[in-house]
């Protein structure tokens, strides 16, 4: 009997419902304590903004979102709901996606082949049976086009496409697998002016289609272009919780540029009198 074409699972929020909610939540690693106290909450078109140098605690904050580790401590809602996921699987059921900064992409395959990896269309039970691959080409261009990305050929392979490119293609589908929220990996990391601002336009595009956007980056001005809400980590603690409207810019920079201790070691390398 021939399989169903795969359908999309959608989870319809109203803006502003808490998609996520971590309260208290903490993570340890033997002795060391990587997240302590972190309260956030993920809302339904709205992005946030989560902001820190190395070792802030981002990685580890990202991985508990996604399932790849548990927190320690506090508590984690999905939908008002606890949860404690224990695999990336469980995570995508509540419909979690992660864009990595490696994509989880193949670089000589087709672009619709990278859209679908791992969720082809078959025409029986995968994998003797033949991929739907008419089928899948449709749904791919369709969707890409959707979020206003239009590749020179479906069927190019996807490492000819730029790195703005590339991204704009992992975020179109997450959404169209069914995600509600999606987490972004220093998506703007490896990129140039022009290819960044690519990506910023298709993160908006993406809170206003009513997801809720987790943004991790180290660049604050890229951050405020799109961010509703800021989170700065530093050793594992918030340093600054605040929406958009209550942060300026320079504030941003200054909390994420090290603050106090930025001041401080300017002061130290000034020359003497």
């Given at each position: 009997?021939?399989?169903?074409?795969?359908?999309?699972?959608?989870?319809?929020?109203?803006?502003?419902?808490?998609?996520?909610?971590?309260?208290?939540?903490?993570?340890?690693?033997?002795?060391?304590?990587?997240?302590?106290?972190?309260?956030?909450?993920?809302?339904?078109?709205?992005?946030?903004?989560?902001?820190?140098?190395?070792?802030?605690?981002?990685?580890?904050?990202?991985?508990?979102?996604?399932?790849?580790?548990?927190?320690?401590?506090?508590?984690?809602?999905?939908?008002?709901?606890?949860?404690?996921?224990?695999?990336?699987?469980?995570?995508l059921?509540?419909?979690?996606?992660?864009?990595?900064?490696?994509?989880?992409?193949?670089?000589l395959?087709?672009?619709?082949?990278?859209?679908?990896?791992?969720?082809?269309?078959?025409?029986?039970r995968?994998?003797?049976?033949?991929?739907?691959?008419r089928?899948?080409r449709?749904?791919?261009?369709?969707?890409?086009?959707?979020?206003g990305?239009?590749?020179?050929?479906?069927?190019?392979?996807?490492?000819?496409?730029?790195?703005?490119?590339?991204?704009?293609?992992?975020?179109?589908?997450?959404?169209?697998?069914?995600?509600?929220?999606?987490?972004l990996?220093?998506p703007?990391?490896?990129?140039?002016v022009k290819?960044?601002?690519?990506?910023?336009?298709?993160?908006?595009?993406?809170?206003?289609?009513?997801?809720?956007?987790?943004f991790?980056?180290?660049?604050?001005?890229?951050?405020?272009?799109?961010?509703?809400?800021?989170?700065?980590?530093?050793?594992?603690?918030?340093?600054?919780?605040?929406?958009?409207?209550?942060?300026?810019?320079?504030?941003?920079?200054r909390?994420?540029?090290?603050?106090?201790?930025?001041?401080e070691?300017?002061?130290?390398?000034?020359?003497g009198?």
């Amino acid at each position: 009997m021939a399989a169903t074409v795969h359908e999309r699972v959608t989870f319809p929020s109203a803006p502003g419902v808490p998609l996520i909610q971590m309260i208290d939540v903490g993570k340890c690693y033997g002795a060391v304590r990587a997240l302590r106290g972190i309260d956030m909450t993920v809302r339904a078109g709205e992005v946030t903004g989560v902001l820190g140098d190395n070792g802030a605690g981002k990685s580890t904050l990202i991985k508990i979102i996604a399932g790849l580790h548990q927190h320690s401590e506090g508590v984690m809602r999905v939908d008002g709901r606890r949860v404690r996921f224990r695999s990336p699987r469980e995570a995508l059921k509540h419909g979690i996606a992660t864009v990595h900064q490696d994509l989880a992409m193949v670089g000589l395959m087709e672009v619709w082949r990278n859209f679908f990896l791992g969720s082809e269309l078959t025409a029986g039970r995968f994998p003797l049976a033949p991929l739907k691959s008419r089928r899948m080409r449709e749904i791919a261009d369709g969707e890409l086009r959707k979020m206003g990305v239009v590749v020179k050929d479906i069927d190019q392979p996807i490492g000819e496409l730029s790195g703005g490119q590339r991204q704009c293609v992992a975020i179109a589908r997450a959404v169209y697998f069914g995600a509600r929220v999606l987490i972004l990996d220093e998506p703007t990391a490896a990129l140039g002016v022009k290819q960044s601002g690519v990506v910023l336009k298709y993160i908006a595009a993406a809170r206003n289609a009513g997801l809720g956007v987790v943004f991790i980056t180290h660049n604050p001005h890229h951050a405020y272009m799109v961010a509703d809400h800021f989170i700065v980590l530093k050793l594992g603690r918030a340093v600054l919780d605040k929406a958009r409207e209550d942060v300026p810019l320079d504030e941003l920079t200054r909390m994420m540029a090290g603050g106090d201790e930025l001041a401080e070691l300017s002061h130290e390398l000034r020359p003497g009198p």
